[in-house]
């Protein structure tokens, strides 16, 4: 694998070769306001639409950037690489462009629209190996298998060319951006895009205040801020694949840790729920991580009213297999399903009092399951409850608890709601 200097920063002259490389191959992809998402917020609010990108994501700035600087003796053996879906999409498109065999590894849990557009852009050129449960399962074999056949690695993040070719984009936000940017917000896997484009942002609009966004339930890009150095999280949630990694780029962070003001985490439900907004809103199909700049606009609330924000949309490769999943975890966030143990007692009628005297009149049973046991007074039913207002919840348990049906409340028993559930 190629060695580089333990101390890296982009230089601008870098990124703007890096235009001239990506520019071959990548679109010039829109900054438009968000007549929707402004209103709501108070803020002038703007997309970089990276999901319309080739490859639908900034990924190919990047792998291109990268596999082509590479030497014609390194471009004549294959290219490695790993990735949870879109910088292998990336390579794959660079590789068919530039007629270079890859090999790229995948989690086995990437969805499967994903797998099957890295073997469409590649073509002939590429080989997918699907190999362990994260990306950072995959990243292991793929580095493995590097060294063992002398290639050129390509790494999804922590790789100055990755870098620089991935800050170009932030080149088209100023320039497209018709005022002065108060904030930019970026989304955070490992940190190679953010490290890219804050580093031009710092330079060029010095007053802009960066704010990189990752899942809540893989923060780590904080836990890195945390410990002063990148550091693996033990365990992540995997659901927002584009940006859950264990641990940030050694490069990444270092840069990071300088030029973004504020790291916040987002719950993936809150993801979710912009995610279905966006395209009943926008007619806007992003993935889980492609929503995570908009998503934290909720966060910041006061902080940006008044303000012009740029938003990364960072990608549009979502599977629609994933789409009741998705609905599912905006409601969790919402407050408005729930899920109950309830006790029934084994007698006549008692499911009939339940519908009729517990039951709000807009709430609508979307989950049920009972096991009757004979040799009890009462029979457990797990029940999942979606109200029209996150406020019924109170006034349905209380309901609960005067009739005895209530036993327990599971949204708030995140390993019982799960294995359950």
């Known amino acids: 694998m190629n ?6 920063k982009p230089q601008l002259s ?52 990268k596999i082509a600087s590479l030497s014609d003796e390194e471009l004549a053996k294959e290219v490695v690489c790993a990735s949870a879906g879109n910088h292998a999409q990336g390579v794959a498109y660079a590789c068919q462009q530039l007629q270079v065999k890859a090999c790229i590894f995948m989690p086995v849990t990437t969805p499967q629209q994903k797998v099957s557009q890295v073997r469409m852009f590649g073509g002939r050129f590429v080989e997918v190996r699907l190999f362990g449960d994260t990306f950072d399962d995959s990243l292991i074999a793929a580095q493995n298998y ?37 904030y930019l917000i970026l989304p955070v896997g490992g940190g190679g895009v953010a490290a890219g484009a804050s580093t031009v942002f710092k330079t060029l609009s010095p007053n802009t205040k960066i704010i990189g966004v990752e899942p809540q339930g893989a923060p780590s890009m904080s836990f890195a801020m945390d410990k002063g150095v990148a550091t693996a999280l033990s365990n992540i949630d995997k659901f927002i694949d584009g940006a859950a990694v264990k641990q940030v780029g050694h490069y990444t962070f270092d840069i990071c840790k300088e030029t973004l003001d504020e790291v916040l985490t987002v719950p993936e439900g809150l993801v979710c729920k912009t995610m279905l907004q966006l395209y009943n809103e926008e007619a806007m199909v992003v993935e889980p991580a492609g929503a995570l700049s908009i998503a934290a606009l909720e966060i910041l609330g006061p902080q940006i009213k008044g303000k012009t924000v740029v938003c990364l949309v960072s990608g549009g490769n979502n599977d629609i297999s994933r789409t009741e999943e998705i609905r599912e975890r905006a409601l969790l966030y919402e407050q408005i399903k729930h899920y109950f143990i309830v006790n029934f007692p084994q007698r006549a009628g008692a499911l009939r009092e339940f519908l009729v005297d ?64």
């Open 3 to 8: 060695k580089v200097k333990s101390s890296y």
């Open 14 to 65: 870098d990124v703007q070769e890096a235009r001239i490389t990506v520019g071959k191959v990548a679109l010039r992809t829109p900054t438009t306001i968000s007549k929707n998402t402004s209103l709501k917020s108070g803020a002038n609010v703007w997309y970089k639409r990276e999901d319309l990108q080739v490859v639908r994501s900034y990924k190919l700035r990047g792998a291109y950037n």
């Open 146 to 182: 590097c060294r063992e056949r002398e290639a050129s690695f390509i790494h999804p993040f922590d790789d100055p060319k990755i870098i620089e070719g991935q800050a170009t984009l932030a080149y088209e936000i100023l320039e497209d951006c018709s005022q002065a940017i108060d």
């Open 358 to 421: 517990v039951l709000g009149k807009q709430d609508d049973i979307v989950y049920f399951q009972y096991i009757k046991k004979n040799s009890r007074a009462k029979g457990p039913a797990m029940v999942g409850i979606e109200l029209q207002h996150a406020s019924d919840l109170q006034p349905l348990i209380k309901r609960m608890k005067a009739k005895k049906f209530f036993e327990q409340h599971l949204n708030h028993h995140p390993d019982l709601f799960h294995f359950l559930v």
